[in-house]
């Protein structure tokens, strides 16, 4: 099946510094991928839709200015977390659709996120 | 109105025997289709099994089958000979193919408990 990769699997910054998350598919293209966040015990909430070339789109009450999305190439995309505080601190998964099959999404491992 | 409902928070089954697990969705497209997805306590989102809308027979994956009821709009994980490892977190998801970009839709989830 296809992989998609994460990186980092986690990381702990201090409040009001910045942290990037990459997403990279590893044996497909992928010019659609998604981001979503996870808090403990509930589901994904998908933050935004991330097209390569363009711009991202957001969801609804998602923060553009604070959550950067950059999709520059076919295989990567960058989740940045600007001026990051403690109510950030969350699990960002990321999703890689493989239009050379059916569509699917395969997603990352994830990465766990502690704003202190 | 939600548009993947999960009534079942957590699930215990013994060792060897069969669970469902429940879902229904709600949706005006034609072209659907209905994902399940495991998350183990290691937070990566393994894909299970996949229904389209236009699929007459139920999807089936190993141990894994899908109870496809169109009508009632419910797409139902059956997992047969339930194993210790199969213990975790259960989403069902919905693509609406009336769309372009092929968002997912996620249900609360479902915390299954394989007992031995």
């Not at chain 1, 950067?68 to 990321?94: G, M, Q, W």
Request: aromatic share 12%.
């Amino acid at each position: 099946g296809a992989v998609v990769s994460q990186h980092p699997s986690w990381v702990i910054c201090k409040s009001g510094t910045s942290v990037k998350i990459e997403c990279r598919s590893l044996d497909f293209q992928a010019t659609t991928m998604f981001w979503y966040r996870q808090f403990p015990k509930q589901s994904l909430m998908l933050m935004a839709t991330s097209n390569e070339g363009s711009k991202a789109t957001y969801e609804q009450g998602v923060e553009k200015d604070k959550f950067l999305i950059n999709h520059a190439s076919l295989t990567l995309s960058t989740l940045t977390v600007t001026s990051a505080h403690p109510e950030d601190s969350s699990f960002y998964i990321c999703s890689a659709v493989n239009w050379g099959g059916s569509g699917e999404q395969y997603f990352g491992p994830g990465t766990r996120l502690t704003v202190t | 109105a939600q548009k993947i409902t999960q009534t079942q928070p957590g699930m215990f089954v013994q060792e060897k025997e069969a669970v469902t697990l429940d879902c229904t969705y709600d949706t005006s497209d034609q072209s659907y289709g209905l994902f399940w997805y495991k998350q183990p306590s290691s937070g990566e989102m393994i894909f299970l099994i996949y229904q389209g809308s236009y699929d007459e027979q139920n999807a089936t994956e190993g141990r894994y089958s899908l109870n496809f009821q169109k009508a009632r709009k419910s797409a139902n994980l059956v997992i047969s000979a339930s194993q210790l490892g199969d213990s975790a977190m259960y989403f069902c998801a919905m693509r609406e193919d009336g769309g372009s970009n092929y968002k997912l839709t996620f249900g609360k989830g479902t915390l299954l408990t394989v007992n031995p």
